[in-house]
């Protein structure tokens, strides 16, 4: 038996929650953007197939693809527990670009580590599943942090919690809201784009970042847009990323002379993502930024909502 489960994009950040806040997204065309990983059993030892329009991103090798560490773990975590198991093949087909600040990472790990529940017949719970999820993102950006993989797990937008056994709670989202996704086509490393981060910050900066995040949630909660898309500001990374991505200044103009409610650097980047209410405005910000923002063919802009399943088996 094969089964095959799909993990969503995410906007790490979402601007105002640095390492806090993710929302899991999904184009409005019915696309899936994210990744599939497949999985039945095998003989003789664990195997990874890696397939997708995004393969040749990947490692060479395998083992080296943390979809085959990902096994390793789990398997490790059901020796651990007593449980016995058998060996497996996983197929990971690449859907999302490396280092692109859609959660490409996360989409992985959280397919792979879904589809190893599934296929041992659920061992692990959702907490214990998740803190996995973290441990393997921490691999990649070299630091623990669930604002990618909690949405991409769990769907919706999610607040990461300061309590090892929740970790993270879904906060109302504006399910009316389109977010125009564009992807310029460069690469930018979390690792790279964490180390242009200051060590320290202004008790100033602090302050104000305490205050958007709170108001931004309480606006969630009263569902209050505006509120909400005034205070969607990030004070604490974007100012030292912006420079990384080229055109992301004059983009951010061009779509705010086009209605556009807010915008901001999805994750660590090069993504950007622009927010509207309205259909026709996501349409031509769309065009806009396929002209403006786009730095090699394999850029793309879609227009998402937010995607309130997360990681599921898919057919």
Known sequence: MMIKVFA????????????VLGMAVQPINGELLGDIVAIEGC???NQLVMEGPFVDKLPKDPKENIVFT???????A?????QAFDWVKLTLEKRMPVGSGLGSSACSIVAALVALNEYYQQPFNQAQLLAMMGQMEAQISGSLHYDNVAPCYLGGLQLMVNDTQIISREIPSFK???FVMAYSGINVST???REVLPEQYDKATAIEFGQNLATFIDACYRQDLSQAMTH?????AEPYRASLLPGFDACRQGVSELGALASGISGSGPTMFVVSDDKEKAEQIKTFLQENYLQSSEGFVYICQTDVHGARLVC
């Open 176 to 178: 009316q809201c389109y």
């Open 43 to 45: 003989d003789g030892a």
């Open 232 to 236: 969607l500001k990030d004070v604490l």
């Open 191 to 193: 690792k790279a784009a």
């Open 70 to 76: 990902c096994i390793e773990l789990f398997q490790q």
């Open 8 to 19: 969503p994009a995410s906007i790490g950040n979402v601007s105002v929650g640095f390492d």
């Open 78 to 82: 059901m020796t651990d527990n007593k």
